[in-house]
T-cell receptor, first 113, second 111 residues
Framework: NAGVMQNPRHLVRRRGQEARLRCSPMKGHSHVYWYRQLPEEGLKFMVY????????ESGMPKERFSAEFPKEGPSILRIQQVVRGDSAAYFCASSPLQDGELFFGEGSRLTVL | GQQLNQSPQSMFIQEGEDVSMNCTSSSIFNTWLWYKQDPGEGPVLLIALYKAGELTSNGRLTAQFGITRKDSFLNISASIPSDVGIYFCAGSSGSARQLTFGSGTQLTVLP
C-alpha cells in the first residue's frame, strides 16, 4: 500500500514563473491537506480538499495560490508568479476520514531564484 | 490565532540518556499529537493524545496531555542514534485541518 506520493520532490523556479506541485493520496483516502513549512519552522495549514471540493482554504494566501483535487488524478497546488518568499517545503497529507489521522508525503521543496 | 511554544529548540544528548521536550499553548486543545521528521522527509505520527491527563506510551516514547489542555510533553528514554531528527508537537481544537504545529525540537544523539 503506497504512501502519500508527492512530486516533484525538488523544484527550482525563477521569479515570475509558475510552480505546480502534485499529490496522490493514499489509496482509499479522499481527504487531502496541504501544509507549508518554512526553514526551521513548523508546518502551517494551507488548504483542505475533498474530491472536487475545496472545504477550507483559510490558510491559503489570497493571491497567486490555488488548489484543486479533481475527480480523477492527483491534487494540485499551483503557485503563479512565484516570489522568493514562496521558497519552502510543501507537504501534502491525506486521511480516510474527515477528522482522521493525517499521513504526510515526503514533501516538495520549492526554491525560487 | 493559536500559538504553540515548543522547547527546547535543540538538544544534544549522549546515547542512552533520557530526553524530554514540551509544548505550551495560548489556548485549549482537544487533541495533542507528536510527530518526528527526518531530513528530507515528511512528518510521521508518533503518539496521539485525545483526553486531558492522558498518558500514552509507544515503545521508548511517552507523551502526556496536560490537565489544563494547554500543554503536552514527550519523553524519550534510553536514546539511540536513530532518534535523531526534529520532533514537532501539534494541537487541534477541532478537526484535522485546524492542526497547529510547534516550531520543532532538533534532537542530536551523540555516540
Amino acid at each position: 500500500n503506497a504512501g502519500v506520493m508527492q512530486n516533484p520532490r525538488h523544484l527550482v523556479r525563477r521569479r515570475g514563473q509558475e510552480a505546480r506541485l502534485r499529490c496522490s493520496p493514499m489509496k482509499g483516502h479522499s481527504h487531502v491537506y496541504w501544509y507549508r513549512q518554512l526553514p526551521e519552522e513548523g508546518l502551517k495549514f494551507m488548504v483542505y480538499l475533498q474530491k472536487e471540493n475545496i472545504i477550507d482554504e483559510s490558510g491559503m494566501p489570497k493571491e497567486r495560490f490555488s488548489a484543486e483535487f479533481p475527480k480523477e488524478g492527483p491534487s494540485i497546488l499551483r503557485i503563479q508568479q512565484v516570489v522568493r518568499g514562496d521558497s519552502a517545503a510543501y507537504f501534502c497529507a491525506s486521511s480516510p476520514l474527515q477528522d482522521g489521522e493525517l499521513f504526510f508525503g515526503e514533501g516538495s521543496r520549492l526554491t525560487v531564484l | 490565532g493559536q500559538q504553540l511554544n515548543q522547547s527546547p529548540q535543540s538538544m544534544f544528548i549522549q546515547e542512552g540518556e533520557d530526553v524530554s521536550m514540551n509544548c505550551t499553548s495560548s489556548s485549549i486543545f482537544n487533541t495533542w499529537l507528536w510527530y518526528k521528521q527526518d531530513p528530507g522527509e515528511g512528518p510521521v505520527l508518533l503518539i496521539a493524545l485525545y483526553k486531558a491527563g492522558e498518558l500514552t506510551s509507544n515503545g521508548r516514547l511517552t507523551a502526556q496531555f496536560g490537565i489544563t489542555r494547554k500543554d503536552s510533553f514527550l519523553n524519550i528514554s534510553a536514546s539511540i542514534p536513530s532518534d535523531v531528527g526534529i520532533y514537532f508537537c501539534a494541537g487541534s481544537s477541532g478537526s484535522a485541518r485546524q492542526l497547529t504545529f510547534g516550531s520543532g525540537t532538533q534532537l542530536t544523539v551523540l555516540p
